[in-house]
């Protein structure tokens, strides 16, 4: 059965959260080879590669959070986040660097995941947001 980020069965739907999913998890990826030995596992996180999600295991958990956008002026979107799963402290510039690293990868990738949409990362406050075309077009 297809992964869905969403409790709308709509199969476009359907289909633009498995291709969501596939991207966070590249950028997840992407980001646990980089700086994923810098500090050690919260005691109960699953080393990466334990689980089937990479969401649930190793240093990071990589999400996009859908927003309606009240009281934002880009609008709805998708709020990305990059958690660090430790207990360790971590100085802002070194957080700072690997979120701008993530975004970044989240730059290069949204073309690839989304080719048939108009979809771009824009800062909105202190978040950085997927906006743009996120209709489903016709039944």
Same mark, same amino acid.
């Given at each position: 059965?297809?992964?869905?980020?969403?409790?709308?069965?709509?199969?476009?739907?359907?289909?633009?959260?498995?291709?969501?999913?596939?991207?966070?998890?590249?950028?997840?990826?992407?980001?646990?080879?980089?700086?994923?030995?810098?500090?050690?596992?919260? $005691? @109960?996180?699953?080393?990466?590669?334990?689980?089937?999600?990479? &969401?649930?295991?190793?240093? /990071?958990?990589?999400?996009? %959070? #859908?927003?309606?956008?009240?009281?934002?002026?880009?609008?709805?979107?998708?709020?990305?986040?990059?958690?660090?799963?430790?207990?360790?402290?971590?100085?802002?510039?070194?957080?700072?660097?690997?979120?701008?690293?993530?975004?970044?990868?989240?730059?290069?990738?949204? $073309? @690839?995941?989304?080719?048939?949409?108009?979809?771009?990362?824009? &800062?909105?406050?202190?978040? /950085?947001?997927?906006?743009? %075309? #996120?209709?489903?077009?016709?039944?």
């Amino acid at each position: 059965m297809p992964y869905s980020l969403s409790m709308i069965d709509h199969p476009k739907m359907i289909q633009f959260d498995n291709q969501m999913k596939a991207m966070l998890d590249a950028v997840d990826n992407y980001i646990e080879d980089k700086y994923g030995d810098l500090y050690p596992l919260h $005691p @109960v996180r699953p080393k990466r590669n334990e689980t089937a999600n990479p &969401q649930a295991d190793g240093l /990071f958990s990589v999400r996009a %959070d #859908f927003t309606p956008g009240y009281g934002s002026e880009l609008g709805r979107g998708y709020i990305l986040k990059v958690e660090m799963k430790t207990l360790s402290d971590i100085p802002d510039d070194v957080r700072q660097t690997i979120f701008s690293d993530a975004v970044e990868k989240f730059r290069q990738l949204l $073309p @690839v995941y989304f080719p048939e949409r108009k979809l771009e990362i824009k &800062q909105d406050k202190d978040f /950085f947001k997927i906006v743009g %075309d #996120f209709s489903l077009g016709t039944a």
